[in-house]
């Protein structure tokens, strides 16, 4: 760490006056920020929303030791912890900064010396094919990593097109140069999440295969083909399933030994060659949700030569000018802050579509995508908030695929309803709401969704109306889940009321009265679970009392999930001013929202909640879980909007750093980085949905906006500065706005805002 | 058994004396024959060569208790053993006549009372689902099986289409009807044999899903879809799996209860109903090896309609039209013997194809068969002998087919080899040789296959030089496989000499000559493993001595599978007279052959040999193993011919039998039937690859040859009787016959031969 931040001073004394017009956005990328602690991202390289994350795993925790959670797995969300001192190998798929987890696929390790087919251990990697590494011979950029392999004395580069990544090694000269490919690492791996892999040694450079797994993806099957630079001298592979009862007539192979068909729960392969000093043995892998042909044919058209270079610019300019399309002003340590966010909030969804647009659908049949790119990992909890609604001014296409992948998902799902948190062909129903109504109704409202909206509307219905999912039936009858039904009774009932608030708009929007006003009538049910008596939201039992014993700064068995009382009870981002009345007034209200950032907690609380430690939280308000992360907007429903601005520019000043620790709790997929970006500019979608944002405080000096539609919008602070965090003076397109609240609209037509800030408020 | 008896003895006497023309052939077929002890056949329903074998399976033993292997289970090779009481279910897929196993797929079991989702015992089948039944209330036709099943007060009827089976349950009154649908049964099953299992309730009659399986062929995916005439009310299934450590954030359903999408490896569904008195439910549920929705394909196309009387006459007037192939007179007991023994020769190999030609290559990936049929279950070193050069007489179109089949399996196998044992886009490589070249032979020499014959010697020639497979390396190097090198080392050395003439006659007919000389040399290579100084064959060691420790009784060990070295010794079907030589002339040979089957056998050659019992032997020749096949017939090779006819009538009538037990040795996918078919017909294929045929002893009246050149041949045998067993004269259209021999072209020319029966020889 100590090393990291030497260079990031060197790049500070390098660039500490931003340029203006800054055709290098690239270097202020570091995706190393947020790999220690919770952060949960990996350094590895990716193309933007890319199939293939590949990326370095420091180590392969089990999910259970002895059929018991562990809970040290926690850690390796992404495969990669920062503090670590070995790396395992070089995996395919990764999610980025998701607080549970899954993928890891394919791991493949560069090795020199005799054959090891055991990773070995952390404290003494040379047990093992893994090896040590030190962070000064480490590289992480967008679409480039770099390490020095100490063990194998090889240095490793990786880069990745959208479906193939690319590995070069360059080796020391040896006789004994392997590359071990492990089909049985993954994370969040159990001995029994691998129901089945497969591999063919199709030629002396070619090999293809798939790993089936029954993890957080129930029905997951992932293809590759992989090709060698450079013809293997020979091959081999060793199953390490303990019980392998049955045999068959296999035994007329060798079929340890250059056997090119190998099937298993539990299988590495090595290959073997002599190298030369320096030479480069360069890997292609490529990715398929649909077949090893389909990953040939990924392989081949995606990354058709070895120039490792070419690959590695193609995709950093594919980066670069996704980072272009907003170009701001600030000085280094905002900008690796603000480009790191980007990127952050451009690795997911990914896409799950072959080049020839076949994908396989949540029906487990292979699809053809007509007109539109499917994507899966939709952390829809998380990313409904602000990365969605960022893409629908960022990146409105992508957004536009994305809502058509989500509608072919409710097609083709068993339950029919739309996703809750889908990854590559399946649902795991993971945290609360089913907030893909959110991102429909704001796809939808914002003219970005192209699709039937009739038809986008009915899916909405239709799942907000699953009677058998989560209590639904319950709220539907009663307009509340009863506590002792759910143990995120409150949670879902408060999600479930935004979401149908959402569904409402989209009904409005498309002329449906009925539905509009069903849906209406449907989102004040978080009145349901306000208890005005202690002005608290709170679990109702069924007879329609509330719970008795009830604990508002904790979380569990109080019916929330990821957030106790204190931060759930500000959930009513569809009505703050209903929810300011119901608290007794705005006086009450600002009260209670001060109290919140400016309380003690007890040591207890911290014990009891996820993702959170004393540095992750400013009072009572914990930035590293959503659902507070419109509350800091929500004094602009006040007379108080400069507590807002004073929150936001204090959240965004000690929840992100340029540091591999740089991150205040999981990023979730990117929507921890879409609230600093929002933020930073100086706006935030508080109800996503409505076509209004909330004013906060930008820390940004400019901000240029390049729309999809051609137009730009600026965004100019004058006396920006750490102590000018107030807004004293607005200017749409030179005319004052009248209060702090922003159109959608008004953004993506182009123009101009004129922000003003002072030291006062 | 008794009952099968007085029904056998009752058809006797109402058709005692066979009708000239018939038109009802069916009537004949007893698919019961065999399914006592170890016929291994099944007595459910199919459509010739069908994909769907449905069929009741009266046990599901596993392949292995506490990790040993149970030797029980080899009498279930076929899910039906005639002894047992009950009926565990119907399932979809089985093997005809196999002596290892597989398959099982899809068990249904229609039940009344109380809802039970374990099998229960035989002894007590009132302690799960299975019923107890009797033979008196079954019925087993060709494309037809009845039985009622006893504890639920169920008729049972079963039909089938090519890809399709067809359930017709009638139900007594009963508000707690179910039928069970078990994903975890299966033959050969052991607990991990099951990778994967899914299922998706599309809507109250409609079902998808698939069964992945790692046995004997170890990468497997059967999938189906499945369809109610009447809505059940209600479902549930039941995961039996004993370890489920990681269970995600599924419990936002119940998914044990009506909920649609079930995966895991031990599952069992149930469909609640309720019935009047009477009532019919009936079931279809086709196959794909492809995907559920090319099995609903199948499903609509192949049976729209639930009429189970046309589907019923459909499938069995395509037996009819197979059956008509040949007519012949002669007893009721021959009729039923030879028309079953038809039905059993055209069960396999079996359609391996959607009905849009899309199937599943050796490769894993799914393929376009275009202008053939795609074929699987391959036994080859059973049916290369007699099955494939029967198809070749009445097949031609579909052994044209399999041949292309067999072919796209080299294309797309990782080994680049042609199938050894080849079932569901695996190979299992069970026994010895490679004799996929005799059958592309002696296709391609009898003018069958249509493909390139060049690419067809390829792929024979590629096989043949495969080294590292089961001693090719050595026998290429050393004309021999060496004894310590493999257990059946002598099997193997003469298969492949065989075989490897065969590919001569293909090279010769290809105008190869350099490849013809260099195969015809190696056809040779069984004089190596010749011991002349015993006039046995024998294992050899690497040394070139021949092993010391040898017994000439004995299989395992003294490098045979399947057969002592008394067997094997003749094992010369390519050159019959050459091993006469070798042997010491003719008359030594002679002697030999007669010993053969005079010879009275210790009792621990029973112990030690497989498939065999003191009734399933002549002598010392061993009818229920294939290598002694062409045995009978080489007398004709030299001065004593009627010794040929004498031992042939011995064992027709000794062997087959139109009883359950009247089989005497596994099939063999109808190698066992089609032994019988010719035989009975008066002539035998001693070498495949040849273009002749040995004469034996006709034990049919006459027959007529249909063949599909629209040719006919007919086989008149004036003077048959049972003591006539002895050739006197034979007249080939009007001209008398030389020899003992008869070439195949003259057959498919049309035209008749007459032969003149005697007591005498």
Redesign the interface.
């Known amino acids: 760490m100590k090393q990291f931040f030497i260079l990031s001073i060197s790049i500070f004394t390098l660039f500490s006056y931003a340029q203006k017009n800054d055709k290098n956005l690239l270097k202020y990328v570091k995706p190393i920020i947020g790999t220690q602690r919770m952060g949960h991202v990996y350094p590895g390289a990716t193309a933007p929303f890319g199939m293939v994350q590949l990326s370095p795993d420091t180590d392969t925790i089990p ?2 030791v002895n ?1 018991k959670y562990n809970p040290d797995v926690y850690k390796y969300c992404a495969g990669y912890q920062y503090d670590d001192k070995t790396i395992v190998g070089f995996s395919h798929t990764h999610f980025s900064g998701t607080g549970h987890s899954d993928l890891g696929d394919f791991l493949i390790m560069p090795t020199t010396g005799k054959l090891q087919l055991n990773p070995g251990i952390a404290s003494n990697p040379s047990t093992g094919f893994r090896s040590a590494f030190s962070h000064d011979n480490e590289t992480a950029q967008a679409g480039y990593y770099k390490v020095k392999l100490d063990d194998h004395n090889i240095t490793a580069e990786l880069t990745a097109t959208n479906r193939v990544g690319f590995h070069q090694y360059t080796f020391p000269k040896s006789d004994e140069a392997h590359i071990i490919l492990d089909l049985m690492s993954g994370i969040y791996n ?1 001995p ?2 691998n ?2 892999t ?1 591999v ?3 030629s002396d450079t070619l090999i293809t295969g798939y790993r ?1 797994t ?3 993806a ?2 997951r099957v992932q293809y590759f083909a992989l090709t060698f630079s450079k013809p293997f001298i020979s091959y081999g592979s060793k199953n390490f399933e303990e ?1 392998q ?2 045999r ?3 035994g ?3 079929q340890n030994k ?1 056997f ?2 190998i ?2 729960k539990q299988i590495r392969l090595h290959f073997d060659f002599k190298t030369d000093d320096q030479e480069k043995i360069k890997v292609k892998l490529a990715l398929s949700p649909v ?3 389909g990953a040939v044919q990924n392989l081949i058209t995606e990354a058709p030569y070895w120039d490792f270079e070419t690959i590695k610019k193609q995709t950093q300019d594919l980066w670069e000018s996704e980072l272009q399309k907003v170009e701001i002003e600030g000085n280094t340590e905002l900008k690796e802050n603000f480009y790191t966010a980007m990127y952050h909030s451009f690795l997911a969804p990914t896409t799950y579509m072959d080049l020839d647009g076949k994908y396989k659908g949540l ?4 699809h053809q995508a007509e007109g539109f790119t499917n994507y899966t990992t939709f952390s829809l909890w998380d990313t409904y908030r602000a990365l969605h609604p960022l893409f629908n001014l960022l990146q409105p296409k992508r957004n536009n695929d994305m809502v058509h992948s989500m509608l072919q998902h409710y097609n083709q799902s ?2 029919k309803m739309l996703p ?2 889908s990854h590559y062909a399946n649902d ?4 609360s709401g089913y907030h893909s109504v959110s991102v429909i109704a704001d796809a939808v409202l914002k003219n970005v969704y192209t699709g039937d909206p009739l038809k986008a509307l009915e899916a909405c219905v239709n799942t907000a109306n699953k009677r ?3 209590g639904i039936g319950d709220y539907i009858d009663k307009g509340y889940i009863p506590a002792e039904k759910s143990g995120i009774s409150v949670s879902n009932t408060l999600e479930y009321a935004y979401d149908d608030w959402a569904i409402a708009q989209l009904a409005k929007k498309l002329n449906k009265q009925t539905l509009y006003e069903q849906f209406l009538k449907r989102s004040g049910n978080w009145k349901n679970n306000f208890d005005k008596s202690i002005g608290f939201m709170r679990p109702k039992l069924a007879d329609g009392t509330f719970k008795k014993e009830f604990d508002i700064l904790s979380t569990h068995g109080q019916g929330f999930i990821e957030g106790n009382s204190w931060n759930y009870s500000f959930f009513v981002p569809q009505d703050p001013s209903a929810l300011i009345a119901a608290m007794g007034g705005e006086k009450k209200f600002i009260k209670k929202l001060d109290q919140l950032f400016a309380m003690d907690l007890p040591d207890s609380f911290f014990a009891d909640t996820e993702d959170i430690t004393r540095d992750g939280i400013i009072g009572g308000y914990v930035h590293g879980n959503e659902p507070a992360h419109h509350v800091a907007y929500l004094y602009n429903w006040t007379k108080q909007p400069w507590k807002t601005q004073e929150q936001v520019r204090k959240i965004l000043k000690m929840q992100y750093k340029p540091t591999p620790d740089g991150l205040g709790g999981n990023d979730d997929c990117g929507q921890m980085s879409a609230w600093y970006i929002f933020s930073s500019l100086g706006f935030y979608p508080v109800a996503p949905g409505s076509n209004q944002y909330a004013i906060g405080s930008p820390s940004v000096e400019k901000a240029k906006l390049h729309l999809e539609n051609g137009k730009t919008f600026e965004i100019e602070v004058h006396n920006q500065s750490d102590k000018n965090i107030y807004v004293k003076k607005m200017l749409l397109n030179g005319k004052p706005l009248q209060d702090f609240f922003i159109s959608h609209d008004t953004i993506v037509n182009g123009g101009k805002l004129s922000i003003e800030m002072s030291a006062t408020y």
Do not use: H, L, T
């Not at 029906?363 to 292979?366: F, G, K, M, P, T």
């Not at 795991?428 to 945290?431: G, L």
């Open positions: 999910y259970s059929g159990y029994e999440k129901v089945w497969y063919r040694v199709v089936q029954n993890g957080w129930k029905n019980k009862v049955y068959g007539f296999w007329k192979f060798n250059n090119p068909e099937s298993g077949s090893m042909r029906d487990q049949e292979i068993a339950q809750i948190w795991n129903w993971c945290m058998n999912y989560e």
